[in-house]
């Protein structure tokens, strides 16, 4: 059993930074890939980025990509989101994931455990 915990999340002016971080349960945190996913009112669950177990190999969706930068730390059993540049459309739930079967990705069923999400509320 795996429990992940959000925290970080909060408002912040567009423009600004700010820097969630999940962390893990657990002694077997470097053997799952890391993902996060967000969720605004009233749409899907999107994917944001997800990172290997490794920490070697990133992806991140369209929408984010060049501003929001996905770390771990196996040492912490921490993965953190950073956002920078962040936009009034980056207001979300956001959750870590974590694949423990496969190199995780962007499909949000390839994900065994979730935590119970961050709010990030971004003001124009």
């Known amino acids: 059993q795996v429990q992940l915990v959000e925290s970080g999340g909060g408002l912040v002016q567009a423009g600004g930074p700010l820097r969630p971080s999940c962390a893990a349960s657990g002694r077997f945190f470097s053997r799952y890939a890391m993902g996060w996913f967000r969720q605004a009112p009233g749409k899907e669950r999107e994917f944001v980025g997800v990172?290997?177990?490794?920490?070697?190999?990133?992806d991140y969706s369209n929408s984010v990509k060049d501003r929001f930068t996905i770390s771990r730390d196996n040492t912490r059993n921490t993965a953190t989101l950073e956002m920078n540049s962040l936009k009034p459309e980056d207001t979300a739930g956001y959750y870590c994931?974590?694949?423990?079967?496969?190199?995780?990705?962007?499909?949000?069923?390839?994900?065994?455990?979730w935590g119970q999400g961050t709010q990030v509320t971004v003001s124009s």
């Open positions: 994931a974590a694949d423990l079967y496969g190199g995780g990705g962007p499909e949000a069923a390839k994900y065994e455990y």
């Open positions: 990172i290997s177990r490794s920490g070697g190999s990133t």
